[in-house]
Each structure stands twice: as C-alpha cells, then as structure tokens.
C-alpha cells in the first residue's frame, strides 16, 4: 500500500490531559451507535494567532466549553472557517487521512477571503497528528465510520469596531460518527432553489466560512417543509445554472458515458471529494467535463433519459445518489428513483480506497497511527 508516513512535528504540540477522560467502557459504549457530529473525544488541538506574535502556543488540551468574552469578535461578525475530514481505520489496525493537505490548503484559501491569519499547512498536519495519536481509541471501526475531524479559525479580539481581528484561535475538534445520511445509500431528494441564492460574484462561497451555512438554513427548512432532504443552488447572476447543494458538489453522468460538473467558478466550494471523484471517473474510461450546466440541460436530459444519474458528494455523504428534484415548476425523478451504476462504482472505489480495501495508487492516503 502507498502511503505517507506522518512527520513527528506533532511534539510541538504539549499536552495537558484530561483528567476526566473517558475510561475505556465509557468510549465503547459512545462508540456503539454512532450517528453523525454528537459525539466528542476527551481532547481537542489549539493553536493562538496574535498579531503581535504569531502563532503560538500549541497545546492540546480537555475538550471543553471555551470561555469567550461577549464582544470576541466571531460572535458579532462571523470571524469563522472550518475544515472537514476523517481518520479511518484501517483492517490492519492503522489510521489514515484522505489528502489532509488539501484540506490544510482550503482553510488557508478560506482565512485569506475572510482576513483572517493563515494557519501554515505544517501546523494543520501537525495538529491532527497530535490528536488523532492520542485519541486513536476513539477511531472506530465498524463500517461507514470514521472519526470526523473538525478543525476552524474563531475571532477572539474583544472589539466591537469591524476589523481583521488582532487575536485568532485555531481549534481542531474530533467526533467519532457513523455515516451523514441514516440508512445507507439511498437515493435523497433535492428541492432546486429559486428564490434564495448560497453565493454570488465576488462573495464568499468558495471560502469555507460559517456564515455560508447559516444562509443555507432557511432554504433547507423550506425544502424539508416541501419534503425534500437537500437544496440545489443556481448561480446568482443568471439564476439558470447549477452550482452545488448546501453541503455537497453535484455531478450528472449523461447516456453517452460523459460525466459533467459545474465548473469551479468563484461561488461554489472546490471539493477534495469531487476532485478525487473526477479522478476516478477518468480512470474508468469515462470522460469528465467540468462546464456550465443549465437546470434546463438537466431537467430535460433528466426527462428524455439523456441524463442518466445525478450525484452529490463531499467528505461527510461521500457519493449520495440524487433519485428526485424538483422545484416549483416540475418534478423529475431520475433514474428511476434507484442509485445508477456509475454512482455506485464510485462510491464504491472512493470508499475501498478510503478504508484501505484496494491500493491506494493516487496517494491519497496519509497515515497517521
Ligand atoms: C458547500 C460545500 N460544497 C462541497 C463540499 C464538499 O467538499 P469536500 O469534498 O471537500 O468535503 C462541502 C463539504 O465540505 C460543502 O460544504
């Protein structure tokens, strides 16, 4: 198997344990039925930014509440990126990140739209080896689990003025989660949005920044109350092209073996998955093209069975067959309503390559444990 050996730059990080750890029947008890983002390890990863002098003080510390003062500045306006990824657990024992410096890289994309200190790629890497080594216990081991990780930049200036805040903190969280949607692959609806937009020209959807979901929450309520699972966002400036759903990129596979995908635009989130996705499709001797998508190409290629597959994708759905859409003026249900092969056959490849079930030919795999 190829893989990246980790660095053990990870003893830059001291360690102030958690005196009320969980003991080991405490841990398999939280780890026996595990649903997405609920539960927690006993520690988390922390790294300070001052303006003054940098980053510093890297520690990993109790998981914990994090006392802050009411005019810290993420609490007013929205100082906040994140990142998501997951440890998985290999047969053989060990643990691996899938191409964590990707994900180092988009936080740093995503501090810089939001002026926020970049935090260099070494202390990303070396912060989730510190924590995941030590919470390694915590990386379960049954099928479709993983321990997510969830590492973000927070504005803690205490400053009510609107400025680039002068003090940062960096945290790096881990939860041990079973997959994002109950019940296996199976296909989910999606409700295509009209009237509200996730991102515009010049705004931040290609940054990774919290705000961005909040304004995804009123949507997604509608299109739960309409009963559909997901939200498929249009561009802002024409309202006629696909750009992705609130958490996931979107791929059609046509009749003709041809893959497409919205092309990465300045509004939509480039995503680790559909970049390895892409990959993948390519080594199957299908061709993938990343262009404008109309919803009306989509709509009538759904109809006419030119369209043969929708998918999403992102690290917490993987591949998520779409088997329904619709909006206000139509409803289609696609491939009739069953996940399609093409999907099926990626999931399955991402996933061997993720868990360590077939050779890791990319090197995509970092090993960490
Ligand atoms: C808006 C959005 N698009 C796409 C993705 C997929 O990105 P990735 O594959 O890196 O998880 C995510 C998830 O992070 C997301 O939040």
Same mark, same amino acid.
């Given at each position: ?18 005196? *009320? ?10 780890? !026996? *039925? ?8 006993? *520690? ?15 520690? &990993? ?49 995503? #501090? ?5 200190? !970049?935090?260099? #790629? /070494?202390?990303?890497?070396?912060? $989730?080896? #510190? ?22 930049? &927070? ?17 790096? $969280? ?15 609806? &999606? ?22 979901? #909040? ?9 739960? /109350? ?17 750009? !992705? ?35 993948? $499709? /390519? ?23 030119? $369209?043969? /597959? ?35 056959? &990626? ?23």
């Amino acid at each position: 198997m190829t893989d990246t050996a980790a660095s053990s730059t990870a003893e830059a990080f001291r360690v102030v344990r958690n005196p *009320h750890a969980a003991t080991p029947e405490e841990r398999a008890k939280k780890l !026996e *039925h595990l649903n997405f983002g609920v539960t927690f390890t006993d *520690h988390m990863a922390r790294v300070t930014w001052t303006a003054d002098g940098g980053w510093g003080d890297r520690r &990993i510390e109790p998981y914990g509440p994090i006392p802050m003062d009411p005019a810290s500045s993420v609490l007013h306006y929205a100082q906040e990126v994140f990142e998501g990824l997951k440890a998985y657990r290999w047969a053989d024992g060990s643990v691996r990140l899938f191409r964590p410096e990707a994900n180092a890289a988009r936080l740093q994309r995503s #501090a810089w739209r939001m002026a926020l200190p !970049e935090l260099p #790629a /070494e202390d990303f890497m070396a912060s $989730i080896q #510190a924590l995941v080594e030590l919470e390694q216990d915590w990386v379960p081991d049954a099928p479709e689990t993983s321990l997510y990780l969830r590492p973000f930049l &927070i504005g803690t200036d205490v400053f009510l003025g609107l400025r680039p805040p002068k003090k940062v903190d960096y945290l790096l $969280i881990a939860s041990p989660s079973g997959p994002y949607f109950s019940g296996g692959v199976k296909p989910v609806s &999606i409700w295509v949005e009209r009237d509200y937009h996730r991102a515009g020209p010049g705004g931040t959807g290609a940054a990774k920044c919290g705000g961005n979901y #909040a304004a995804s929450l009123r949507p997604q309520v509608e299109a739960y /109350e309409r009963g559909y699972d997901q939200v498929l966002y249009l561009d802002a400036a024409s309202g006629q092209l696909l750009e !992705e759903l609130g958490g996931m990129n979107v791929f059609a596979v046509r009749a003709d073996g041809t893959v497409l995908t919205p092309i990465i635009n300045g509004n939509i989130l480039e995503g680790v998955t559909r970049s390895s996705v892409m990959q993948l $499709i /390519e080594d199957q001797n299908l061709k993938v093209v990343e262009r404008d998508i109309t919803l009306a190409e989509l709509r009538e290629g759904v109809e006419s069975g030119e $369209i043969t /597959e929708v998918f999403a994708c992102g690290t917490a759905a993987i591949v998520t067959p779409v088997g329904r859409m619709g909006s206000a003026d139509f409803e289609v249900t696609v491939g009739g309503g069953e996940p399609g092969p093409v999907t099926l056959a &990626i999931r399955q490849r991402l996933t061997d390559i993720q868990y360590g079930r077939a050779e890791d030919t990319y090197g995509w795999m970092h090993r960490v444990v």
